[in-house]
């Protein structure tokens, strides 16, 4: 009767104690929500996610770009202000001389670098990030669809309707004269490439013919690179 009555006791104790007990998900990314103006998290696993509720530190924004290593934001602000926050602690620090009406933000895999551009027609770069941020590169471009920065920070790709081009301190030169799809750095190198409609670009390589139909995405892969469609 006593061994009955411990069991009892002790299997009283743990049901009792789930109530107080929280599980966390796990947070695959964050994502800006325009409709909302604030970054939310996607909450659970590859093929069961979800947006989670707005971060109330990443609210009332006007636009809103995520490092690739989820810590980092560059935060577009209502009343005009950058900032970059800091989405684990927190932690807020204002980015001087970036211009208001940013529409493209991207970010090199440490979070130390994003180059931005603006609908005002101006690229830059700063570097630096988050502890000493600096403006090093700052060029024109205009009608841009997409952008990429390099790992170092030295350089970016802006890509849209007139083709592909660099920018760099020096300023900016063409690379492919054709309408551009997308366009990535290797990670860790300067070397890059690129898809239009129908044609793979490589830096140093002449053009190759895709096999994919409607490309959409290309990406660096240990076997070589990347081609994705769409559907």
Not at 131 to 159: C, H, I, M, R, Y
Not at 197 to 215: A, D, I, K, M, W
Request: proline share 6%; glycine share 10%; net charge negative.
């Amino acid at each position: 009767m006593r061994t009955i009555l411990l069991t009892f006791t002790a299997a009283a104790a743990v049901f009792a104690a789930e109530p107080s007990a929280r599980l966390t998900e796990p947070v695959l990314g964050y994502v800006f929500d325009s409709t909302a103006k604030a970054v939310r998290p996607i909450n659970g696993i590859p093929g069961a996610a979800a947006l989670g509720s707005a971060l109330p530190s990443a609210s009332k924004l006007a636009n809103g770009f995520v490092s690739q290593n989820r810590e980092w934001l560059l935060a577009i602000l209502l009343d005009g202000g950058v900032d970059v926050l800091n989405l684990r602690s927190g932690s807020t620090l204002a980015l001087e001389g970036v211009p208001q009406d940013v529409a493209l933000g991207a970010w090199n895999a440490e979070g130390t670098a994003i180059a931005v551009w603006s609908r005002s027609g101006g690229l830059q770069i700063w570097t630096g990030l988050p502890d000493a941020p600096a403006l090093t590169v700052n060029q024109p471009a205009e009608a841009v669809l997409g952008l990429a920065v390099a790992d170092d920070g030295k350089s970016s790709l802006f890509w849209g309707e007139m083709g592909l081009f660099a920018a760099d301190a020096s300023g900016v030169r063409q690379l492919v004269s054709e309408p551009l799809i997308a366009a990535t750095y290797r990670p860790g190198a300067s070397d890059w490439a690129a898809v239009t409609g129908t044609q793979l670009f490589r830096s140093g390589v002449e053009p190759v013919s895709l096999s994919v139909e409607n490309p959409a995405a290309v990406a660096f892969a240990a076997a070589g690179i990347l081609v994705a469609g769409k559907g």
